[in-house]
């Protein structure tokens, strides 16, 4: 049955879709598929493809991951993961090994596709350090009996595919029939399993039909669109897409601050220009500065591959120096309410580089601790999840129980990550508790005049 019908009939029935019923009415076709790397995007991936009928093994090279996951632990703060996790482990569907050699031949079951969803953190040269891939390509490449698609869905620059080609040619001497593919994530921490499944576009770069039929049959049962590209485009698609957001971070934090200059309201020119259908009004909120794994690294790593390539793409560049004086200005505004900083103490609210996950990698946090800790100041942070995360990459603060017991004497508090449940907090009772009540709402939580109303000095990001 075609995609289209499968999907229509999905719609005529008006239910969400139950991918149990969905294989055994319409006959979709399962596929074995290994995935390697079990991080934010591996075990999503594995996890989600499982609950859409495939057989999954997901390869970790990190041991006490794979021992976590088969204890039936979910080793990321993730909504909807591990409730996920148990139903697939729970139907035999996900499986956990700690070898590229298990994870392609699992129980008599040899995966065809194997997704490489490994990390391809930052150089210190801007560029992106793709020795994980190549050693996962190698590896499959060393171990393949039979044809087999290599499907990247790391976030890496455009002409890896060459390069994972290269690598295979060079190993693979029986001629072993292969292809490789790109198959870009674009979920976002926090809503992942729900971004993944109703996903805005499914992109495949693919180098043969055999693989686009393959991939096609994989992402049958979800209901986004997908895009069919070369190889090149796929890979570059992913850069553009994240240097694009970060672009417009960076534009209404620009816009914010001439704001500030002349008393205007951000609020309510980003909602002016987010009316707009041409701009949309996603990724105009003002803020101290986007962090996570994702923005900050792929803007570098774009502009790099760009300068290899003969482009200097300065946007770029001031997109990352907007972003950084954002984080700058935060410090400044800090030094601006309180005169001198040394020996006070300053409570922060929120590490994650944003709500609904414990990822403390590129976090704006990092940055403010780091800047207030160069004015001897007393620093105590509350995070909902990400405290355990933090506390191995913060040190010389204080951790508190809760978003009360930080703020408890404190002569600033600054708002960092806008989680939701800080929204509701009896904001009198911590007024009362803090020895000075200078607030700065770095993600405009909370209303300016309520904020003044309850006694707070309050400052926002280009909000009067
Ligand atoms: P992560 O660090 O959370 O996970 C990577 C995993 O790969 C780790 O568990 C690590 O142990 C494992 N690994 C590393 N080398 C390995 C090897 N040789 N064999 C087996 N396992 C190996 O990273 P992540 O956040 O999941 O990101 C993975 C990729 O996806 C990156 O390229 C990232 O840019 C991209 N991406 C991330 C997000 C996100 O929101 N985190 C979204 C889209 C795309």
Redesign the pocket.
Known sequence: MGRNRLLSACQETDKVLNFENFILEFDMKSHNICV?????????TGTCLAEIGHRVVC????KS?IRYLNAGKC??YEPGLPELLKKNRKAGRIAFV?S?KDGIQHKGRRAQVVFI?????PRPDGS?DLS?IE??AA?VAKRMTDYTIFVD????PVETGEWVKKTIERINKRGVPYDIASN??????GS?VKDFMNPDRVVLGVSSKRAEKVLREIYAPLKGPILATDVKSAELI?HAS?SFLATKISFINAVSRLCEKVGADVTDVAKGMGLDKRIGPSFLRPGIGFG???FP??LEAFYWICNKKGYDFKLLQEVQAINKDQKQWALEQVSELLWNLGGKKIALWGLAFKPNTD?M?FAPSLDIVEGLKEHKVKIAAHDPVSMDNAKKVLKGLTFAKDPYAAAKGADCLILVTEWPQYKDLDLEKVRKSMRTPVFLDGRNLYDPAKMRKLGFDYRSVGRP
């Open positions: 390697v790397g079990t991080g934010y995007v591996g075990l999503v390869v970790d090279s990190n991951k080793p990321i700690d590229i969803a490994v990390g391809t953190p992106a994980a050693a996962v590896d869905k790391s976030t890496v870009p994530e674009f979920l976002a921490e992942a992913k994240n996570g794994f994702c690294k792929d990822d990698r």
